[in-house]
């Protein structure tokens, strides 16, 4: 189910690494695409974030609807820069035709989360 994201090598030169994973079938029907985000995001710098976003808008576009599920589980504390990516990929999501949403977020990041408006966005899924 693991596989590298080769497609956009050069967006994923980022301080923290993005495992990415296609939750299509075996008759390979394309499933949501889950990243799991790594590390600590409260300090990571203006060349850092806009890596990381370059990457996810580059998933994002690699796909024909894009499903894009962040996940949270490994994430405990972010600052504002970091909202800020993710509110600009959920909506370069909509506006491809497809929607992101963060599950697994937990204690101070999922309060965070809720603060953003994310969640009125339809980002932020359970657990």
Known sequence: MDRTATFCEDALTIPSALAVANAGDENSRPGPTIVQLNGDYSTLDELGLRGLE?????????????????????????????VNVLVRTAQRARLCGGR???VRATGHARQILRLSGLPRAGALGAG
């Open 54 to 82: 370059r990457a996810l808008v580059c998933l994002i576009e690699g796909m024909e609807r894009p499903n894009l599920i962040l996940d949270f589980e490994r994430i405990g504390f972010f600052g504002s820069g970091l």
């Open 100 to 102: 992101l949403v963060i």
